[in-house]
């Protein structure tokens, strides 16, 4: 456990930092990180954007460790994007504070369940997803940037 690491709203001075996390993980799995189109709440980290729930950041002192995105999904339902977490800070409790702080988001928002796509060659982040309850729901199709689809259904707070 990081005894410094807190947890707090991401802003637009995060951004730079939250894409040079980001960027390396994704080239690492032979993804094409596309700030622009397929990662846009990466390329607009910070920014209140139409449906977004919550930008968190990691953090140990002032240094930005990871990341995680929420955004609206439909009636009642979230989804979970751009969760990274830098690699010396891995397995250290970043990502798990990161998804309980996603998770207590949703539940104040009043959503039901949040929903996520991931790669299975991603086995720390899916192996996480599976400690805290998300089940695999869908295949997905080759085209669409990720092979699985999970969800974790919230209990009402």
Not at 79 to 87: E, R, S
């Given at each position: 456990m990081i005894h410094s690491l807190s947890i707090r709203d991401g802003q637009v001075a995060d951004a730079r930092a939250?894409?040079?996390?980001?960027?390396?993980?994704?080239e690492s799995f032979g993804l094409v990180p596309d700030f622009d189109v397929l990662d846009y709440e990466l390329g607009h980290?910070?920014?209140?954007?139409?449906?977004?729930?919550?930008?968190?950041?990691?953090?140990?002192?002032?240094?930005?460790?990871?990341s995680a995105i929420l955004k609206e999904y439909g009636d009642e339902l979230a989804?979970?994007?751009?969760?990274?977490?830098?690699?010396g800070y891995r397995g250290m409790g970043a990502g798990q504070r990161l998804l309980t702080e996603v998770i207590r988001r949703a539940n104040d928002r009043g959503c039901r369940a949040i929903y996520l796509e991931t790669w299975d060659k991603m086995e720390a982040a899916t192996a996480l997803y599976?400690?805290?309850?998300?089940?695999?729901?869908?295949?997905?199709?080759?085209?669409?940037?990720?092979?699985?689809g999970y969800l974790l259904e919230l209990q009402p707070s």
């Open positions: 939250v894409q040079a996390i980001a960027g390396p993980i994704m980290f910070g920014q209140g954007y139409q449906g977004a729930i919550a930008q968190l950041v990691a953090c140990v002192d002032d240094l930005v460790i990871g989804k979970l994007t751009g969760f990274y977490v830098c690699g599976k400690r805290l309850g998300w089940q695999k729901v869908k295949d997905l199709h080759p085209d669409s940037g990720a092979e699985r």
